[in-house]
């Protein structure tokens, strides 16, 4: 039994809001260097490397076999879904987007788990939910037009399509999650682990194998370890630390506006007044949905 330290959750998940807020920054450079196919491949391989010896540090490796054996089919097609369909369209979405834009659309998975918990979990939408979704996507509205609300103009519809298709296979990935039994950095493990063969073929029969110098190799490393691995585990920590989960869970809400400032100061991207606004929308959604009853 974990025991419950408020102080390390909130040191966990300040560590995990803190590297999640470098990952829309970190995009962008690797995709200055690698395609999104390729970018998919490599991250996943880095990121099931990490995996593997935070299972074996952590003495769970030997629940590999276990797993793979009782549900292969379960993993295959959760490995399927997340890390190759989901970070597929994810990156593809960041390349024709400005991070600033795709960062924030992205952040609305929560409303799109709430929609799709209802015919799949068959949960019921309560007043509050209504409130978010409404706030959430006007959010999304105002970021994707850039403002420009009577013209309904988007600056970049493929790629605002595929930020918002990435929120629903992030959701739907969780809502799989939820009749998994099995521990939860082994299922990641297993579910990278089976998933690498299939982006390595998707990535040899279209955009090749890319010849990595060291900035690429240290770029798409970053993501593989900080977006896909390590802060998952920092996060998984904080939750099962945490004497009052809401609390450490808010801190999440901190991340966006970080990563705002990083891709203005690192990249240079120039931050929309539209875009900050459609954040905030976001934001104020996703906190009067967490609100307690």
Same mark, same amino acid.
């Given at each position: 039994?974990?025991?419950?330290?408020?102080?390390?959750a909130?040191?966990?998940?300040?560590?995990a809001?803190?590297?999640?807020?470098?990952?829309?920054?970190?995009?962008?450079?690797?995709?200055?260097?690698?395609?999104?196919?390729?970018?998919?491949?490599?991250?996943?391989?880095?990121?099931?490397?990490?995996?593997?010896?935070?299972?074996?540090?952590?003495?769970?490796?030997?629940?590999?076999?276990?797993?793979?054996?009782? *549900?292969?089919?379960?993993?295959?097609?959760?490995?399927?879904?997340?890390?190759?369909i989901?970070?597929?369209?994810?990156?593809?979405?960041?390349?024709?987007?400005?991070?600033?834009?795709a960062?924030?659309?992205n952040?609305t998975?929560?409303?799109?788990?709430?929609?799709l918990?209802?015919?799949?979990?068959?949960?019921?939408? *309560?007043?509050?939910?209504?409130?978010?979704?409404?706030?959430?996507?006007?959010?999304?509205?105002?970021i994707?037009?850039?403002?420009?609300?009577?013209?309904?103009?988007f600056?970049?519809?493929l790629?605002?399509?595929?930020?918002?298709?990435?929120?629903?296979?992030?959701?739907?990935?969780?809502?799989?999650?939820?009749?998994?039994?099995?521990?939860?950095?082994?299922?990641?493990?297993?579910?990278?682990?089976?998933?690498?063969?299939?982006?390595?073929?998707?990535?040899?029969?279209?955009?090749?194998?890319?010849?990595?110098?060291?900035?690429?190799?240290?770029?798409?490393?970053?993501?593989?370890?900080?977006?896909?691995?390590?802060?998952?585990?920092?996060?998984?920590?904080?939750?099962?630390k945490?004497?009052?989960?809401?609390?450490?869970?808010?801190?999440?809400?901190?991340?966006?506006?970080?990563?705002?400032?990083?891709?203005?100061?690192?990249?240079?991207?120039?931050?929309?007044?539209?875009?900050?606004?459609?954040?905030?929308?976001?934001?104020?959604?996703?906190?009067?949905?967490?609100?307690?009853?």
């Amino acid at each position: 039994m974990t025991t419950k330290n408020q102080k390390q959750a909130f040191l966990f998940a300040i560590g995990a809001v803190l590297l999640w807020s470098t990952v829309a920054t970190a995009f962008k450079i690797t995709l200055s260097y690698l395609t999104p196919v390729q970018m998919v491949f490599y991250a996943s391989a880095v990121s099931a490397l990490a995996l593997l010896v935070i299972s074996m540090v952590q003495g769970k490796l030997h629940l590999l076999p276990s797993h793979l054996k009782q *549900r292969p089919l379960f993993y295959l097609g959760l490995g399927l879904l997340n890390p190759l369909i989901y970070y597929l369209v994810l990156f593809k979405s960041y390349d024709l987007l400005p991070a600033s834009q795709a960062q924030p659309l992205n952040y609305t998975w929560a409303i799109a788990l709430t929609l799709l918990s209802v015919p799949f979990l068959g949960q019921k939408i *309560r007043n509050r939910d209504w409130q978010a979704c409404g706030l959430g996507y006007f959010g999304v509205v105002l970021i994707a037009t850039q403002g420009n609300l009577l013209a309904l103009k988007f600056e970049n519809p493929l790629g605002v399509m595929l930020a918002l298709l990435s929120t629903l296979l992030w959701a739907s990935y969780w809502i799989i999650n939820t009749r998994n039994s099995g521990d939860p950095v082994v299922s990641v493990l297993l579910a990278f682990l089976l998933s690498l063969p299939f982006s390595a073929v998707v990535c040899g029969l279209s955009d090749g194998f890319a010849h990595l110098n060291w900035q690429a190799l240290v770029a798409v490393s970053y993501v593989g370890l900080f977006e896909m691995g390590v802060t998952f585990v920092l996060w998984l920590m904080a939750m099962k630390k945490a004497e009052n989960t809401s609390r450490i869970s808010n801190l999440i809400f901190i991340s966006p506006f970080i990563s705002l400032v990083l891709l203005a100061t690192v990249i240079g991207e120039t931050i929309h007044l539209s875009t900050v606004a459609g954040l905030l929308l976001i934001v104020c959604g996703l906190l009067i949905q967490n609100r307690s009853a």
